[in-house]
């Protein structure tokens, strides 16, 4: 994913996250994945890779857990008036 497609971003609460797997299923730039660790919790939270989200937010409407999921919309490497 180049610059001009990164769109946006996404954080993950991993305390939050019950690893079910559907932001990663769904995502359609398929910048998330299952992580390695374990929360507080016992579960395997998604992570953001790092670069190339849309900022289209499928993953926080997929997902079932309210809170998990926050996606900003913009490019985050910008000011945010210089996004208008």
Not at 3 to 21: F, M, N, P, Q, Y
Not at 26 to 46: D, F, I, M, Q, T
Not at 55 to 81: H, N
Request: glycine residues 14%; negative net charge; aromatic residues 6%.
């Amino acid at each position: 994913m180049n610059a001009e497609t990164e769109r946006g971003s996404t954080a993950i609460d991993h305390d939050l996250c019950k690893g079910c797997g559907l932001c990663v299923l769904y995502c359609p730039p398929h910048v998330l994945s299952v992580g390695g660790e374990l929360n507080r919790h016992g579960y395997h939270p998604a992570a953001y890779d790092g670069a190339g989200c849309t900022g289209c937010a499928i993953c926080f409407y997929v997902c079932p857990e309210p809170g998990a999921i926050t996606v900003t919309r913009g490019d985050p490497r910008q000011p945010e008036e210089d996004q208008r």
